[in-house]
């Protein structure tokens, strides 16, 4: 049979090209230069695969991949794109677009494209296919939320560009870089994450880029950096939002030219790497705070990908918290098979603020702790069964400063329900509320540093650093009451 499709392309020269190399390749092609007549071509031919480019003189490129989408939900659209305009691509796969193709491409990425596109929409055999695997590229979850994120992963892939994931801390950020990874043209390369955010500073620059012995106090030997040893494959920038502004500026002239000058080294080397970036803070709310260039911003941010909070989707958490109780159930020799219908409703009804990875964290220990066939409220950890009686999410230190203080701190003598919360601060040093502040924000955050330095407006590196000195204080306190 015949394959065909629609070329809407307003560029006779572009318009030309395309059409010879699929009609080479034995496809039927309809051809349009406008929207209108591409809309009204489609309504009467009604092809399963469309290719489109996004600059058209007359209308909306957006809109007429909904009112294609409108006419023929099942329809494949293949959106063609340039740098400048990748935005839209990204908003034209949100909407229901298949794939896009960054310019300039080949023939052979243009039918290897169209060749995906049909091969997906081809009719399902008649005999029930198997269901799909439960785990996918990393993650777990089959929400409508997260398929459209596993396909925007295998588009993004396919292509060059620098890929910049955001999402909170939690959620799967380096799963999803290594996922464009494993499903791009590097993927027999190496894969070399670097946590910008829990190296200090004065280290990072050689940790990227590397060092020759005696470059610094304590470098005794030449020491290939992440750059070098990802040549060939992916580098991963996470928490990039953390880096220093002069390690930002190198970093730049890193991305321009492709090389590197280890500490020390008077002469540069160059790699070849694809960059993947990932924060959980707001890339547009730190450049407004001058704490992240907006030029390397715009460098690193071509093709973004967000990654949803676990509250977002949907039944996720049972089939995530069902086969981490498998794992943890096998690698603890215990017999848990699943969860009594009441914790699971509870599961679906927490709001997660730690993400996926507060939600492991809590089912490894219900293992640890309990023995059994169903996991039952009563198995819950205690500090967690309390959130089913409290707020489950804090959105502001304001909040935080209303909650009751922990325990673990003295407290001043009780006062009247009637009088304001803050009364059990008064009479400690600002020190002293900093630190309950900041411990009580971490708590309720599921133990997650990154989630509750956004809450309070900071870098998670420096809640590291004042929970590292209130440790040496504790420490002090402690070594001088021995003493005496």
Known sequence: MTKQLLLIEDIASLQQGYHDALANAGYTVHLCRTGVEGLAAFDETRPPVVLLDLLLPDRSSIDLVQDILAIAPETRIIVITANGSINRAVEAMRIGAHEFLLKPFNEQRLLAAIQNAWIDNDPAPEETPPSPPLQTMGFIGSSAVMNRVY?????????????????????????????????????????????CGAIPNDLLESEIFGHLRGAFTGAISDKPGAAAVADGGTLFFDEIC?????LQTKLLRFLQTSMIQPVGSVRPIKVNVRIVCATNLDPLEQMRLGKFREDLYY????????????????????????????????????????????TENFFRAHRWPGNVRQLLNVVRNIVVLNNGTSVSMDMLPHDFRRSLHSEPHLSSPETVLNTTIPPSFPQASATPSNEAPLNGLIGKTLDEIERIVVQETIARNGGSIPVAARVLAVSPSTIYRK?????????ALRDRNRAS
């Open 151 to 195: 396909e925007n992963i295998r588009t993004v892939a396919a292509s060059k560009a620098t890929v910049f994931i955001t999402g909170e801390s939690g959620t799967g950020k380096e799963i999803c870089a290594q996922a464009v990874h494993d499903l791009s043209t590097r993927a027999d390369g190496p894969f070399v994450p670097i946590n």
């Open 242 to 246: 953390e880096m220093s502004m002069e």
């Open 299 to 342: 460098r690193l941010h071509v093709v973004p990908l967000h990654l949803p909070p676990l509250r977002e989707r949907e039944s996720d958490v049972i089939e995530i918290a069902t086969n981490a109780l498998q794992q943890f159930s096998n690698e603890e020799g215990r017999r848990f098979e699943g969860f009594s219908p009441e």
């Open 467 to 475: 929970i590292s000195s209130w440790k040496l204080q504790d420490k």
